[in-house]
């Protein structure tokens, strides 16, 4: 596709999307959204659903759906290799509502439908439009029927109709599924090499999931926290017992040593000081961060502003999320009279390495790591380093995050797909041109 040209338009296609509760039914409207925050023309095509997002309009073709009576009375037929004119009727019924439904799209994205046993005769349609190649079909398995765990051998060897249109490929269809391990089923039950099988893994919602604030979940967009190899948490206001300095400087040395770490400062300057005097240290701060040439690297939401410009206030609920998107809570204090945030990060499990003084012995024990503040930030850089490479939950946390939330997946891997695979498939002179 040339830079000018727009974006193609994408149709999803399952037997049901929401209200209808399922797991595929989920990743079919996450997919929906997804495209539609890309600014893909999107559209949903199901039997059975109803329109969840006011941007992805959705078409009911009842006849998709596997209870539509007829599909009830043709399917059991079909096992048995009876084809007789209820089958014909339904076919045509089927291939004439989806030539209607598919007008002016380009890539077809059909979720598990392909390799499912329970609508033989829709399956024969969309594999007889995608042998047509005048746009990108896409067969996204997720539970295919002949490979399941009761799945019969004799479902896998079949090369009869209809068994045949679920247990081989198309070469006019785009294969994708949801893991390695499918993955290796399919290549098997298709008998093609595993390489031509795309894997593009489900994902979790991590504002859902976690319940963010829509100001937390802004940071956590705005400043691309999910691309960071550690993102570091001061909440603490910027002043000078804060040792905000050292904070700053351990964080600088992290990215010297190959990490990319974000440190977020959560705090004002000083509500207490004199006029004038209560910004002063914050201002050195920020010579500093220009001096070591970490602009890209500290995050000082007193700097932050909402969508009409405001400086924001970070409320507990935005604390209560840092705490949970971070990796690692960072409080390098010269002095405290206690040390209220090492027990914040203790509910929500976040990780904590602090200065070594008395109140914060008190409180974590054994179970922090303690910075010695004589030591050089580039020390304590690799203390850091270390102790969060000995915690698995941690590493499994920011695997999650960096690579299997839903936009990570779009970007990293749907996307990709679109542009690459179905481009690829397109360059027939049939083919549509925008995917050219």
């Known amino acids: 596709m040339r830079p000018e040209?727009?974006?193609?338009?994408?149709?999803?296609?399952?037997?049901?999307?929401p209200p209808v509760v399922g797991g595929v039914e989920v990743v079919v409207e996450k997919h929906a959204r997804l495209f539609a925050d890309g600014g893909y023309p999107i559209r949903v095509i199901v039997g059975r659903g109803e329109w969840f997002d006011s941007r992805v309009p959705v078409t009911k073709i009842p006849a998709i759906d596997s209870l539509y009576p007829v599909n009830v009375e043709v399917n059991p037929d079909l096992k048995r290799g009876v084809m007789d004119f209820r089958y014909q009727s339904y076919r045509a019924e089927l291939l004439s509502a989806l030539e209607v439904a598919l007008e002016g799209v380009d890539v077809v994205i059909v979720h598990n439908i392909l390799v499912k046993d329970i609508n033989f005769t829709l399956v024969?349609?969309?594999?007889?439009?995608?042998?047509?190649?005048?746009?990108?079909?896409?067969?996204?398995?997720?539970?295919p029927s002949a490979v399941g765990y009761n799945a019969e051998p004799w479902v896998r060897a079949s090369r009869e109709f209809p068994w045949v249109l679920i247990n081989s490929s198309n070469p006019g269809v785009a294969n994708v599924t949801i893991s390695r391990a499918r993955q290796r089923e399919l290549s098997e039950l298709y008998g093609v090499e595993p390489e031509t099988i795309t894997?593009?893994?489900?994902?979790?919602?991590?504002?859902?999931?976690?319940?963010?604030?829509?100001?937390?979940?802004?940071?956590?967009?705005?400043?691309?926290?999910?691309?960071?190899?550690?993102?570091?948490?001061?909440?603490?206001?910027?002043?000078?017992?804060?040792n905000i300095r050292l904070a700053i400087e351990v964080t600088a040395a992290l990215n010297s040593l190959g990490r990319r770490a974000k440190l977020i400062v959560s705090g004002p300057p000083s509500s207490h000081a004199t006029p004038g005097e209560h910004e002063a240290y914050y201002r050195r701060m920020k010579t500093l961060v220009t001096d070591l040439r970490a602009e890209d690297f500290i995050i000082f939401l007193y700097e932050f502003r909402d969508d009409r410009g405001e400086r924001v206030?970070?409320?507990?609920?935005?604390?209560?999320?840092?705490?949970?998107?971070?990796?690692?809570?960072?409080?390098?204090?010269?002095?405290?009279?206690?040390?209220?945030?090492?027990l914040e990060a203790g509910l929500t499990k976040t990780p904590i390495a602090c200065s070594d003084i008395e109140p914060f012995r008190e409180l974590g024990g054994n179970d922090v790591l303690y910075i010695d503040l004589d030591e050089t930030p580039l020390a304590s850089?690799?203390?850091?380093?270390?102790?969060?490479?000995?915690?698995?939950?941690?590493?499994?946390?920011?695997?999650?995050?960096?690579?299997?939330?839903w936009v990570s997946i779009f970007e990293n891997r749907i996307e990709p797909f679109i542009q690459q695979t179905c481009l690829d498939r397109a360059g027939s002179p049939s083919a549509n041109p925008r995917l050219r």
């Open 5 to 17: 040209q727009s974006k193609p338009s994408i149709a999803l296609i399952h037997f049901t999307c």
């Open 313 to 342: 206030e970070v409320t507990m609920d935005i604390i209560k999320d840092l705490y949970l998107l971070s990796d690692l809570l960072l409080v390098p204090s010269l002095e405290e009279g206690f040390g209220l945030p090492l």
């Open 124 to 143: 024969d349609v969309l594999r007889e439009m995608a042998d047509r190649r005048d746009r990108c079909f896409v067969n996204w398995s997720h539970d």
């Open 199 to 242: 894997v593009i893994p489900d994902g979790v919602a991590v504002r859902d999931f976690l319940g963010l604030h829509p100001i937390s979940f802004r940071i956590w967009q705005d400043f691309r926290l999910r691309d960071q190899d550690l993102v570091l948490f001061t909440p603490a206001r910027i002043v000078e017992k804060k």
């Open 381 to 405: 850089a690799k203390s850091i380093l270390d102790y969060l490479g000995r915690n698995s939950t941690q590493r499994l946390f920011k695997r999650v995050l960096t690579s299997y939330t």
